[in-house]
């Protein structure tokens, strides 16, 4: 079961977008797996996509679409990933755009495609064409919700988050969903999301705005470790609001804007690893006093993703030494052991190198018991830190994946 909170979603529209769901059958046959957005002329939008050179079909198209025009829709399907499919899965993303921009009116180049699912498998192309006059039929500014069911694949729940924000006295919507459960790992992992505000913002902000909000949320995560094919985030900013254009970062209301814009990115980012496939535990992993922001983060990574250490959590197994031999692994050039100190929660497990004098088992179970645990590791090298957030390694997750195309 995902840990934490399953409230329903509630979702604030966001003028200047429309969105309209559809089922096509691409594999998933009782709830709608197509999505169309809508966005507004006005509005200017930032991307950023998985780094795996195995990038899918879509996400070529969609990176070559936006150097070539100002996109006006998006389309996403779940189900299937269109991904290692070489020439075939080109002409697959071509088809769905061309499709949906013959419906709308709009150039072929203005439709951004995104899919995620199976890999290797062929996209069914005709199905999803045939739902797009649905999807464009239920075109509405309050279908988030709808969206957000739509783009799961693996999930167990939709994942979605709005923030209000006042600017210069107006009000100020931030409104974002999600989809992402398992092969998650930066950069990016096996994830979508959508974010869009209704601030007006020049397209060389918004590209910083997005970039510091995804190395603070999406690019601080991991469940298993895996990078996926398919992996994109999109910020839209359809400028409807009332309010001069935010043109520079030195404009003071910069920072007001990106602290509720990082609070959404975190809230997505972490209902991705609370949402992780079998998860019991979500771990934030906090190392401090390193020599750069570099090394802080691949010791925070390095026991992230240690099986081991994973698995301990899983089972209330207060086995320290797999944390610290995670540690002692990281590829950092330097270390001195002797100086390390290692807490679950408050509790010191090790200090100066070696078992905590104070450390009892019985601190262990109780803190590697509960749903959400802080691990801190403190190198006494520096200044720098970094956080990680992950997740425990439980049956379900083989379970899961080794069932997912059952």
Not at 47 to 63: E, G, S
Not at 65 to 90: D, I, Q, T
Not at 244 to 269: G, N
Not at 299 to 326: C, E, H, M
Request: a negative charge; glycine letters at 6%; one cysteine or more.
């Amino acid at each position: 079961m995902p840990v934490g909170s399953d409230k329903p979603l509630a979702l604030l529209p966001i003028s200047g977008v429309r969105i309209g769901t559809a089922k096509a059958g691409i594999r998933q046959l009782e709830r709608d797996d197509v999505s169309v957005f809508e966005i507004s002329a006005s509005a200017t939008i930032a991307a950023v996509f998985t780094k795996n050179k195995f990038c899918a079909a879509p996400v070529y198209l969609a990176k070559k679409h936006l150097l070539e025009a100002p996109p006006r829709y998006l389309l996403v399907n779940s189900g299937n990933a269109n991904a290692g499919l070489g020439a075939e899965g080109e002409v697959a993303a071509h088809r769905c755009c061309k499709a949906l921009a013959e419906l709308v009116g709009c150039h072929e180049n203005q439709v951004l495609p995104f899919s995620t699912g199976v890999i290797g498998e062929p996209l069914a192309v005709d199905k999803l064409t045939v739902s797009l006059p649905l999807a464009i039929h239920n075109l509405s500014e309050n279908n988030w919700q709808h969206a957000a069911v739509a783009i799961m694949t693996t999930d167990t729940r939709p994942k979605g988050c709005s923030r209000t924000l006042l600017i210069d006295g107006k009000p100020i919507t931030i409104t974002g969903i999600a989809k992402g459960s398992g092969m998650i790992r930066p950069n990016m992992a096996t994830m979508l999301s959508y974010i869009a505000t209704d601030m007006p913002i020049d397209s060389d902000v918004l590209n910083k705005a997005l970039k510091k909000a995804t190395d603070l949320s999406f690019n601080a995560i991991t469940v298993d470790g895996d990078t996926s094919t398919n992996d994109a985030v999109v910020l839209i900013a359809t400028g409807k609001a009332k309010l001069k254009r935010l043109d520079s970062k030195s404009d003071e209301r910069y920072d007001v804007f990106l602290a509720s814009l990082i609070e959404v990115f975190q809230h997505l980012s972490g209902a991705i690893v609370r949402d992780g496939e079998g998860a019991t535990k979500v771990i934030s992993i906090n190392v401090e006093q390193a020599r750069t922001v570099k090394d802080a983060r691949e010791v925070a990574y390095t026991v992230a993703q240690s099986p081991l250490v994973k698995t301990a959590f899983f089972a209330a197994d207060p086995n320290w030494g797999r944390i610290l031999a995670a540690v002692g692994r990281a590829d950092i050039e330097q270390m001195d052991i002797d100086n390390i100190s290692i807490y679950l929660d408050d509790v010191c497990i090790v200090e100066q190198g070696k078992r905590s004098i104070k450390y009892t088992e019985e601190q262990g179970v109780e803190v590697m018991s509960a749903d959400e645990i802080t691990v801190r590791i403190v190198l006494a090298q520096g200044q720098s830190s970094a956080s990680i957030l992950t997740c425990d390694l439980s049956y379900d997750y083989v379970k899961i994946n080794a069932e997912y195309r059952s």
